[in-house]
């Protein structure tokens, strides 16, 4: 099966935009949709994008996601940081199994 | 508003067997077309799909865990359930139930708060 490849972490300033990428080993991005998720201490997981570029009611437009098919990548922008978006964030995927990115720690300075 | 809630043991002794709820309260889980999903994270680790039902009754498991896993729907109760056997300690993790999206087997959108279990005697 295939990995999922995200820096361990980011940090901007609030207000500030973050990116985080989240890179395919083997097979394209494009095959199967991309999910992320955020995970905040004492509160249930969101899920802030599906579908690639979806966002389930409820989460501020603050969030976006992207697929380029030039670095085999998905990507989750949160511009407008606030000390809420404070969380370790997830990427997913599936193919033959579901696979789980690693993880990104998003600091607000 | 859709709220799934996890409940059973925070501690069990290792070869026993773990018993999860998930209980599902804003909407049925008859007939809704989604996947009703088990995930879990083992402390300082990664997450890790272990299996799902569908709200027709069909099954997936984790190869590695499928001799000991069982999922289950109760349509009546609007809950499903998780039952894994001869636990070690490699089973300690939070254990998350997940409600996917429509016809989705793996876009996870609805998650319970998660559920802490320590396999220890």
């Known amino acids: 099966n295939f990995m999922l490849t995200q820096p361990h972490s980011v940090s901007a300033s609030p207000g500030k935009t973050v990116t985080i990428s989240c890179t395919r080993s083997t097979g394209s991005i494009t095959y199967r949709h991309v999910q992320w998720y955020q995970f905040r201490p004492g509160s249930s997981p969101t899920t802030v994008i599906y579908a690639d570029n979806r966002r389930p009611s409820g989460v501020p437009d603050r969030f976006s996601g992207s697929i380029d098919s030039s670095s085999n990548s998905a990507s989750l922008t949160i511009s407008g940081l606030t000390t809420d978006d404070e969380a370790d964030y997830y990427c997913q995927s599936y193919g033959a199994t579901v696979v789980f990115g690693g993880g990104t720690k998003v600091t607000v300075l | 508003q859709l709220l799934l809630q996890e409940s059973g043991p925070g501690l069990i002794k290792p070869s026993e067997t773990l018993s999860l709820t998930c209980s599902v309260s804003?909407?049925?889980?008859?007939?809704?077309?989604?996947?009703y999903t088990w995930i879990r994270q083992p402390p300082g680790k990664g997450l890790e799909w272990i299996g799902n039902?569908?709200?027709?009754?069909?099954?997936s498991y984790k190869p590695s865990l499928k001799s000991r896993l069982t999922i289950s729907l109760d349509t009546s109760g609007n809950r499903f359930s998780l039952k894994l056997t001869s636990v070690t300690a490699a089973d300690t993790a939070v254990y998350y139930c997940?409600?996917?999206?429509?016809?989705?087997?793996?876009?996870?959108?609805?998650w319970g708060q998660g559920i802490l279990v320590t396999v220890s005697s």
């Open positions: 804003g909407d049925s889980i008859s007939n809704s077309r989604r996947y």
């Open positions: 997940v409600r996917t999206a429509a016809w989705e087997v793996a876009e996870f959108l609805s």
């Open positions: 039902v569908f709200d027709g009754g069909h099954t």
